[in-house]
């Protein structure tokens, strides 16, 4: 059985996290105090400075063998863009659509590349496309991104040293595939960890990319395997 797209209440809920995410920039989570409960039954799990994560009261975990991972939704922080281009007086210089959607797609292509690697280490669950009991679905996307010193490939671009890479923030969803509701919902935001001097290039900015979406990947099958019994590798 293919695993059925999610119904209109689904995707209003998302959209609705998303677009409130999205206003919410790197330590978010410690601005102000996040709702005991949400409107879709969600309780209050933890608050960080940088992490606030929902669950459902009544949610088990035991039972799933496998997970589908739906396409993640990309965006770039807005505020970024735009102090960005306007701090750059050569047209050629500032970051285009085109720019924005090339980026995405790598970071949507590289998203659901390193979770399916990372939750399929081991043989300890299986990626899927299809839907059952025993199936959990991620609902994933990456927002509030900005990057220290974008590679736009323009001619005769002089070498930039960041401290940085850059910063985003995971907002993930965690739902049942039997019977479509939603169990967990957690929003991290993280910043490249590399605090030294390196020359700012696309293949420096996607590694550091890369990182923190392993490492989130990485975590969430931590906490799986931790519900389910199994030993968890420090």
């Not at 509701?181 to 490249?192: E, F, H, P, S, W």
Request: proline share 5%; aromatic share 8%; hydrophobic share 35%.
């Amino acid at each position: 059985m293919r695993y059925r797209k999610p119904a209109q209440s689904f995707v209003v809920i998302t959209a609705l996290g998303v677009a409130l995410a999205l206003a919410c920039p790197v330590g978010f989570a410690g601005t102000e105090p996040a709702p005991e409960v949400t409107k879709d039954g969600l309780h209050l799990y933890k608050q960080t400075k940088e992490r606030v994560a929902y669950l459902r009261p009544d949610a088990t975990f035991t039972q799933y063998r496998r997970l589908a991972i739906l396409d993640c939704y990309v965006e770039f922080s807005k505020d970024w863009v735009n102090d960005y281009n306007r701090d750059q007086r050569d047209p050629s210089r500032q970051i285009r659509n085109s720019d924005l959607d090339r980026a995405k797609k790598a970071l949507q292509g590289d998203f659901k590349k390193i979770f399916t690697e990372e939750l399929q280490e081991g043989g300890r669950y299986q990626v899927t496309d299809s839907g059952g009991p025993d199936v959990l679905v991620l609902r994933p996307a990456l927002i509030n991104i900005q990057v220290s010193a974008p590679d736009l490939m323009t001619p005769g671009r002089s070498a930039t040293y960041v401290q940085s890479a850059g910063s985003m923030t995971i907002y993930l969803e965690l739902w049942d595939s039997a019977s479509n509701t939603i169990l967990a919902r957690v929003m991290d935001a993280r910043v490249d960890p590399d605090r030294y001097g390196q020359r700012s290039s696309s293949v420096t900015n996607r590694a550091a990319a890369d990182r923190m979406m392993r490492s989130w990947a990485d975590e969430l099958r931590s906490r799986l395997d931790l519900v389910r019994g199994k030993a968890v590798v420090p």
